[in-house]
């Protein structure tokens, strides 16, 4: 065998090794930097930056306002001397600056990292915390949805964190942008947001700016009704009925202040529409077809059947209904009721008019006062020795007289 031969096989072994070793340190500086360190051959930047950056994540996960020691930023610097582009060795940089003579620059540094890779966790959460420190509330947001696109498993956690910052002044105009693309967590947001009574306000004002241009998101979700009802229900009639109307699906024919009167659709945006009662003892549902309420009940029987909230001035009104029943009634077993619907601001005499069957109708006169928004509720009151009876009604109408 000649030396030449032997050399070239030598040579032949040495590359396929050193090729072998380079794609294990390759294929393992990310998922397990430590293995490629240990090998000692390139690329080992990348390596050593990810080494650094577990290091700090799992000091802060025992103390969460640990720094950057001496040894990860040696390895955070090495990383940056052999791959400037290693993330991971950015960021360790940036972490070890702190006071605020160095915030600017911090900062610059960790929007660098972010522009090279958005899947490290500890480098989005620094971000995070680096644009709250600035009181950027735009550039905080667009750092927590970035998270939640590339890391799911963090989504509802971060998604409560969003809502509840919801109610920061500022939060709907830097949310606007971040939610108008209709990222794919945003149904995780606006479940959150129903979560967090003081971020109701703004997150009407928020679901308000997107239906408009440019976004123009005016499909009517679940999570809308959600929130019309809980503004009612928080006593926010004003913002919940402005959300309602301009998605444009609650709507009251000229001279008639409640909405959908005739029964000729399902109820939507309760309590602007109507609120059916499903309760085992006492039920109402429409039927649109014939444009009807039918309400059910059982003997001993006392309570709402149905009800909308109306926005009325004080003044004379025109309540009219039509009205048939399967079986008599005992006397006063249906009426209408009109009551202040605001929690602070109590009528001394509400408004109760039985109804009889027929077409008929009865004045109401609405108070001075300070009360605007009003329950107008049908009350079911039976005897418990009473049958069963089916109730239907159509044609209810509430509006101003002179």
């Known amino acids: 065998m000649t030396v030449t031969r032997i050399l070239g096989w030598v040579i032949a072994s040495g590359l396929g090794i050193g ?3 380079s794609s294990y340190a390759i294929s393992n500086e990310t998922r397990s930097p430590v293995k490629t360190l240990v090998t000692g051959v390139p690329p080992s930047g990348i390596a050593s930056g990810n080494v650094a950056l577990a290091s700090l994540a799992a000091r802060r996960a025992q103390d969460p306002g640990a720094d ?3 040894r990860e930023l040696r390895l955070a610097n090495h990383a940056y001397r052999a791959e400037p582009l290693a993330a991971s060795a950015i960021a360790l940089q ?10 600017e620059r911090q900062w610059a540094l960790l929007e660098l990292a972010g522009k090279v890779t958005r899947r490290n966790s500890l480098l989005n959460i620094s971000l995070i915390e680096a644009a709250a420190r600035r009181s950027d509330e735009r550039k905080s947001f667009v750092w927590i949805s970035r998270t939640m696109l590339t890391q799911s498993s963090a989504g509802m956690a971060y998604a409560k964190a969003m809502a509840a910052a919801t109610s920061r002044d500022g939060a709907v105009e ?5 939610l108008g693309p209709k990222p794919r967590w945003s149904d995780l947001y606006w479940q959150a947001v129903l979560g967090q009574p003081n971020s109701y306000v703004n ?6 700016a997107l239906a408009r241009e440019p976004w123009k998101q005016t499909e009517v979700e679940q999570s809308d009704k959600d929130l019309v009802r809980v503004l009612a229900n928080a006593g926010k009639f004003d913002e919940a009925q402005q959300l309602a109307s301009t998605l444009k699906s609650v709507k009251a024919v000229a001279g008639n202040l409640l909405a959908n009167g005739k029964f000729s659709s399902d109820p939507s ?15 109402a549902s429409i039927d649109k077809g014939n444009k009807q309420l039918v309400i059910s009940a059982i003997g001993g029987v006392n309570g709402s059947a149905v009800r909308q909230l109306v926005r009325l001035e004080p003044g004379n009104y025109r309540f009219n209904w039509s009205m048939s029943n399967n079986t008599p009634l005992p006397e006063k077993a249906i009426s209408a009721r009109i009551v202040c619907g605001e929690p602070t601001r109590l009528e001394v005499l509400p408004f109760v008019t039985p109804l009889v069957a027929g077409k008929r109708y009865a004045n109401v006169k609405i108070s001075e006062g300070t009360c605007r928004w009003h329950w107008l509720s049908i009350d079911v009151a039976l005897p418990d020795d009473a049958m069963g009876v089916d109730i239907v009604l159509s044609g209810l109408s509430l509006a101003p007289t002179t």
């Open 19 to 21: 090729t072998g070793l």
């Open 68 to 70: 950057v020691n001496a």
């Open 94 to 103: 940036a972490l070890s600056w702190t006071g605020k003579a160095k915030a």
């Open 174 to 178: 830097a949310l606007v942008d971040v």
């Open 203 to 208: 997150a009407a004002k928020l679901r308000i």
């Open 269 to 283: 945006f309760a309590p602007f529409d109507w609120e059916l009662s499903t309760l085992g003892n006492l039920g």
